[in-house]
């Protein structure tokens, strides 16, 4: 699982940097400034988890077997999709009822980041 989560965590990290410079580069004289900024919060999260995922991979080293791992790699990645795609989508088509998406996004980065929690606290506990 450590290979596949380092691959996926890399090719997040590659995407938000590329959207981040389209978005610098040919966005801001084609979208308004709102939709801009909309963007932007998109390609920030979309930074933040995949470095999150990376982390989950490194963790995954040390406990290879580990499913709550697994399961908080998993929520980051929907997360990604929700939120940022929908994000991303909603900042170039105006489509309202997809930045209405971008909840169920960040409750599943929550969870992602709770299941990760979880993992942690229950190592620390089994370690005393």
Do not use: D
């Amino acid at each position: 699982m450590t290979k596949q989560l380092i691959a996926i965590a890399s090719a997040n990290g590659f995407l938000a940097v590329a959207l981040g410079a389209f978005g610098a580069h040919s966005l801001e004289s084609l979208i308004a400034p709102s939709l801009l900024n909309t963007y932007n919060t998109a390609v920030e999260y979309h930074m933040y988890h995949a470095l999150a995922l990376f982390g989950t991979a490194l963790l995954s080293i040390h406990y290879p077997n580990e499913k709550l791992l697994s399961l908080s790699a998993c929520l980051f990645v929907l997360g990604i999709l929700f939120f940022s795609g929908s994000l991303y989508i909603f900042s170039l088509s105006e489509i309202s009822w997809f930045g209405a998406t971008a909840p169920i996004g960040g409750g599943l980065f929550l969870a992602g980041w709770g299941v990760l929690f979880w993992f942690a606290i229950g190592k620390t506990w089994r370690r005393l």
